[in-house]
């Protein structure tokens, strides 16, 4: 059934040392209604696990200041961070996380952690290269999560952003098919690099063209969501698939380098604002979070801030009634924030070609 208004739990379970714990009926209820915390998972395909609904995201926080954000945030009960080869910052991520391990705050059962291929990593051979640079990299044993980045693959061999030109505004490209990438990633989970694998930035007709090929149904996908970009093909597909949905970008990527002075914010949006202000205590950013929830979807909110961390986990615990709901869904713009089609529209896996 695909997800159009409140739904009934199994879709979150509480989440303990990689394994999912049985509700009690006291902890069932519709999604709207239910006070969550950062131990709620989503459950997986062919898995006993996972993932967690609530995590910190890393794209682009800084050298200097996302080791400090990871530590802060397991501090404060977060479990599910998510990193990427391409980021630049898995080895602080990495620093933290042992860190905290090494200060007996988590273990590494409690954690989730995911990272992600890039473009330039797409054949079969780089791929798994790779994952097992990540893993060298942030000193792991296994990922709990692999996803390929991105559809598109990038020229191998070189840098990780191969410009054609000085301009910096194309790629050169390869025609290495993410089949042959997903390939990988199963066999990585075959053999203990990662538990659990899936995709980002695909879009249903990718993910059929996979299952197509007689590949196992990535567990996990990723994308863009937020109140101004619904994705509610994915988001019905995903939940007529039993695949966990992840938001990325879930208030709307106010620091991405293709934002427009004139796009709406989530701090500033008038509907947000009416909501937010209704309620005690109560941010836009948590409205816009909370919304996410309320439609069965993860969400990695990316802070570098103590207290903004702080504050984005409260999502957890606002209460956002039917009307509300209605009036955010109608926020939709089909906006995307993380846009490359200026960039990668012309690559024969591009995603989004409309």
């Known amino acids: 059934m695909a997800i159009i208004g409140p739904t009934y739990p199994p879709e979150f379970y509480v989440r303990h040392k990689?394994?999912?714990l049985t509700l009690n009926d006291d902890d069932r209820g519709p999604l709207n209604t239910l006070d969550f915390t950062l131990n709620h998972a989503i459950p997986l395909l062919r898995s006993d696990d996972g993932i967690p609904v609530f995590g910190l995201g890393t794209w682009q926080s800084k050298a200097g200041e996302v080791g400090a954000a990871v530590k802060e945030a397991i501090k404060q009960g977060y479990r599910h961070i998510d990193c990427a080869q391409a980021y630049g910052n898995q080895k602080e991520v990495a620093e933290a996380i042992h860190d905290c391990i090494d200060e007996g705050i988590v273990t590494r059962?409690?954690?989730?952690?995911?990272?992600k291929i890039w473009n330039t990593f797409h054949s079969y051979d780089a791929a798994l290269e790779a994952i097992k640079a990540c893993l060298k990299e942030m000193r792991l044993d296994y990922f709990d999560l692999v996803l390929i980045h991105w559809p598109m693959g990038y020229e191998e061999g070189g840098e990780f952003f191969p410009w054609t030109d000085e301009t910096k505004s194309a790629m050169k490209f390869s025609d290495v098919d993410y089949i042959d990438t997903y390939q990988a990633l199963v066999f990585a989970q075959?053999?203990?690099?990662?538990?659990?694998?899936?995709?980002?930035n695909f879009e249903v007709n990718q993910v059929?063209?996979?299952?197509?090929?007689?590949?196992?149904m990535p567990q996990v996908i990723q994308v863009e969501i937020h109140v101004y970009l619904k994705q509610f093909k994915m988001m019905e597909y995903c939940q007529d698939e039993n695949i966990a949905l992840i938001a990325y970008s879930p208030l709307a990527s106010t620091g991405s380098p293709f934002r427009k002075p004139s796009d709406p914010s989530v701090f500033t949006d008038k509907v947000i604002t009416a909501i937010a202000s209704s309620k005690e205590g109560v941010t836009n950013a948590q409205v816009a979070l909370r919304w996410l929830l309320n439609r069965g979807i993860g969400v990695i909110p990316k802070s570098s801030k103590a207290e903004r961390i702080a504050e984005n986990a409260k999502a957890l615990h606002v209460i956002l009634t039917d009307a509300e709901m209605k009036k955010l869904d109608k926020l939709n713009k089909d906006?995307?924030?993380?846009?490359?089609?200026?960039?990668?529209g012309h690559h024969m896996h591009f995603p989004w070609k409309k």
């Open 190 to 200: 075959e053999n203990g690099l990662t538990r659990h694998i899936g995709l980002s």
């Open 18 to 20: 990689q394994k999912l």
């Open 335 to 344: 906006k995307r924030f993380v846009d490359l089609k200026a960039r990668d």
């Open 208 to 216: 059929l063209r996979i299952t197509g090929a007689g590949l196992p």
């Open 109 to 115: 059962e409690d954690l989730w952690i995911t990272t």
